[in-house]
């Protein structure tokens, strides 16, 4: 199991998870498992112009409350700069901004997400600075369709959501409409991922590189470099690169909503080198199934 993130307490968490529009045992397709610390999860349902926050209710028990926004004027699926359309995937809240200095029209404050990330870049997209912000003060709500690709949300309910919002943490999957799946198909998928995450950290602990590489598919890119590129780059490494503790905390597995074959792991990994240096970073890995079947790594990245 993982060395701070039991399977169990992920199974757990995606049991508890209710959403007050799913019906008969359906849950949020994309959310796989999110652990205690993490305090609010966005899914943004652009057809409905509608964000949702998941968070944890006083019982313990995961809730939901909703929010309207406004999108890209062109709508959804950002290719490039410039096209005024919001992106479609799986995002992280990077920082929050004084909006104070800027354009009237971000309204109280603005949360820039991280887009392009890495699954952007490798397909060609282009552009940046898409946020979460409010609007120009007195202006209500804007139309649906009315930002560059940002969203949009009324001063009155980004000032509710604003605290809850978590630089470098939180969330927000933007996907085209909602869709739900069974809770028992959640639960079977992050208990793969599980193992499969498991599989990639006790190879490191071990020494066991050829477990270790295996965890990678032949089309995984790092920063420019083809996978052999970046194996080579590992095993010239290796004794610097070798741990002796090794875990993983503040797991969330997400499903991305713009590529159904592939899955996202993010973390906060700490251990110690075999020369006593200390590590400690957040961590994203994309999963994909491999022709075998398998769970395996097609990109990483850090923060």
Request: proline share 6%; charged share 25%; net charge neutral.
């Amino acid at each position: 199991m993982l060395a701070s993130v039991p399977l169990g307490c992920l199974l757990l968490l995606v049991s508890l998870f209710p959403h007050p529009a799913a019906a008969n045992g359906s849950w949020p397709a994309w959310l796989l498992a999110f652990p205690e610390p993490t305090d609010s999860v966005l899914i943004a349902d652009t057809s409905s112009a509608t964000l949702y926050r998941y968070y944890r209710g006083e019982s313990g028990e995961l809730e939901a409350e909703s929010h309207y926004m406004s999108i890209g004027r062109n709508g959804v699926g950002k290719r490039r700069a410039g096209d005024r359309l919001t992106p479609i995937g799986v995002y992280f809240v990077t920082e929050q901004l004084d909006t104070r200095g800027l354009n009237e029209k971000y309204g109280i404050t603005a949360f820039p997400i991280d887009y392009p990330n890495t699954i952007d870049r490798r397909l060609g997209r282009t552009g940046d600075g898409i946020w979460i912000h409010g609007v120009t003060p007195g202006g209500g709500q804007r139309p649906v369709r009315d930002t560059d690709g940002c969203i949009a949300l009324p001063n009155e309910q980004l000032a509710r959501l604003a605290p809850r919002l978590q630089p470098g943490a939180t969330p927000v999957i933007i996907v085209r409409e909602m869709a739900y799946t069974s809770r028992e198909d959640n639960k079977a998928l992050a208990a793969e991922l599980d193992r499969a995450l498991e599989r990639w950290r006790s190879a490191q602990v071990l020494g066991d590189l050829q477990s270790y590489f295996a965890s990678y598919d032949e089309s995984f890119e790092y920063r420019g470099l083809s996978r052999d590129d970046w194996q080579n780059l590992r095993l010239a490494s290796a004794d610097k690169r070798a741990f002796t503790e090794l875990e993983i905390h503040r797991l969330i597995a997400l499903a991305e909503p713009g590529d159904s074959t592939l899955f996202v792991t993010r973390f906060d990994l700490s251990g110690v080198r075999s020369n006593g240096q200390p590590l400690k970073v957040s961590k994203r890995l994309y999963w994909r199934r491999n022709s075998a079947g398998d769970l395996v790594i097609v990109a990483e990245d850090n923060g």
